[in-house]
């Protein structure tokens, strides 16, 4: 059955705008006027992005990929290679990931700048907390979840992570220092059951 769009909302009311383009370029682009809020979501780990939409990016992009058969080896699950393989992001790489998330830090003219990530990503929680106060006032929420796994077979010895969002108001420049907002994390890791090791670590006191 074909899908069906219908207009949603006051068409008497400014239009919203969508792009599809690479986060620091769109940050580029805007740094010229200050918005209310940036919302920042950047792959944790070296699981791209584009294979979990690759169906929506067909649809979009509708470029008619030729795909191998489903016993193809390495196909399995019938993402084109070049979701997978080709199109990587520097926060999949712990080599690349905190240099990339601070110049966009930095480029960002936003009043609010939230950042959600996990205690298990590519950039250390010290690394993340101490860019953002480099903006501002932060702010923490928490939630622990189940670590992702790739399949049921792959059993972790760290079943549960922390994710949180930090929140960092640009135009407030006192707040919680760096060692109060660890400690943060490293209680509500604590109090879900999620390993804190990783966070621990990285603070002196505990």
């Known amino acids: 059955t074909p899908s069906r769009f219908c207009e949603i909302g006051d068409a008497s009311k400014p239009a919203a705008e969508m792009w599809c383009v690479d986060a620091q370029h769109l940050a580029n682009q805007m740094s010229g ?7 920042l979501d950047p792959p944790y780990n070296q699981h791209a992005y584009s294979s ?7 649809l979009t992009l509708w470029d008619q990929v030729d795909l191998p058969t489903p016993d193809t080896k390495g196909f ?16 999949n790489s712990s080599k690349y990931a905190k240099e990339a ?28 907390l101490q860019a953002n106060l480099k903006r501002g006032r932060v702010t923490l929420l928490t939630q622990d979840v189940p670590r992702y796994r790739v399949s049921k077979q792959r059993q972790s010895e760290r079943a549960r992570v922390l994710e949180f969002i930090v929140i960092t108001d640009t135009h407030a ?15 509500f890791a604590e109090l879900g059951g999620v390993d804190t090791s990783g966070v621990s670590t990285q603070l002196a006191l505990w």
């Open 173 to 187: 420049k006192s707040g919680p220092p760096i060692r109060q907002l660890l400690g943060q994390l490293y209680h």
């Open 52 to 58: 979990n939409y690759h169906v929506l990016n067909a």
């Open 76 to 91: 399995k699950s019938g993402i084109d290679r070049a979701w997978r393989k080709e199109r990587p992001s520097p926060y």
């Open 33 to 39: 006027f200050e918005v209310d809020v940036a919302y």
């Open 101 to 128: 998330y601070e110049t966009l830090l930095e480029t960002i003219n936003a009043r609010f700048i939230l950042t959600s990530y996990s205690t298990d990503g590519n950039i250390s929680a010290t690394d993340l």
